[in-house]
T-cell receptor, first 114, second 114 residues
Framework: ETGVTQTPRHLVMGMTNKKSLKCEQHLGHNAMYWYKQSAKKPLELMFVYNFKEQTENNSVPSRFSPECPNSSHLFLHLHTLQPEDSALYLC?????????????FGPGTRLTVL | AQSVTQLDSQVPVFEEAPVELRCNYSSSVSVYLFWYVQYPNQGLQLLLKYLSGSTLVKGINGFEAEFNKSQTSFHLRKPSVHISDTAEYFCAVSPPNGNNDMRFGAGTRLTVKP
């Protein structure tokens, strides 16, 4: 148990659907992250939130919309996705300002866009 | 900015043999270094990390890594692997400034054969 949970674990959606991915951390961390993991490619950092404020958006298309209502919860809202968006989406959290920088990951959501 | 290069995308090895997974980084400042492991259908789990001090770092599951500043490397080693070590291994680097900037390598797929 990593302390970071993600739901759903698997998601299949059409290009016209709207869905949301959820992440919750039980570690008391103040920073949360969304990563995209595609086959044969390095992890791509998508969004970073510090104390509920978005501090990084790595040129992610607007069809991905993050939401961080509090330091423990992070959502990724999806709409009008493309087949190339199929990937494993990983959530992570960390305690910034501790001098450690270690990130704790959830199990991921395997997304398939048809 | 930092970057990480994992020199081998796949490493096949027989059970009980030693293994080394190579990682080189590029940075103009001092760094923190990490190795993560990802088992099938799971998120990333921290194996070990170098923050400061002794350059030889011991982690979980019998793995260790050595920080070599002159060669900008942080290779991962295990003297005798098990079938259960079959997984994807990621090297990562971050600056020691407490922010969220962690960069991952493309990963090395370790396959342990009986």
């Amino acid at each position: 148990e990593t302390g970071v949970t993600q739901t759903p674990r698997h998601l299949v959606m059409g290009m016209t659907n709207k869905k949301s991915l959820k992440c919750e951390q039980h570690l008391g961390h103040n920073a949360m992250y969304w990563y995209k993991q595609s086959a044969k490619k390095p992890l791509e950092l998508m969004f970073v939130y510090n104390f509920k404020e978005q501090t990084e958006n790595n040129s992610v298309p607007s069809r991905f919309s993050p939401e961080c209502p509090n330091s423990s919860h992070l959502f990724l809202h999806l709409h009008t996705l493309q087949p190339e968006d199929s990937a494993l989406y990983l959530c992570a959290s960390s305690a910034t300002g501790t001098g450690n920088n270690e990130q704790f990951f959830g199990p991921g959501t395997r997304l398939t866009v048809l | 900015a930092q970057s990480v290069t994992q020199l081998d995308s796949q490493v096949p090895v027989f059970e009980e043999a030693p293994v080394e997974l190579r990682c080189n980084y590029s940075s103009s400042v001092s760094v923190y270094l990490f190795w993560y492991v990802q088992y099938p259908n799971q998120g990333l789990q921290l194996l070990l990390k170098y923050l400061s001090g002794s350059t030889l770092v011991k982690g979980i599951n019998g793995f260790e890594a050595e920080f070599n500043k002159s060669q900008t490397s942080f290779h991962l080693r295990k003297p005798s692997v098990h079938i259960s070590d079959t997984a994807e291994y990621f090297c990562a680097v971050s600056p020691p400034n407490g922010n969220n900037d962690m960069r991952f390598g493309a990963g090395t797929r370790l396959t342990v054969k009986p």
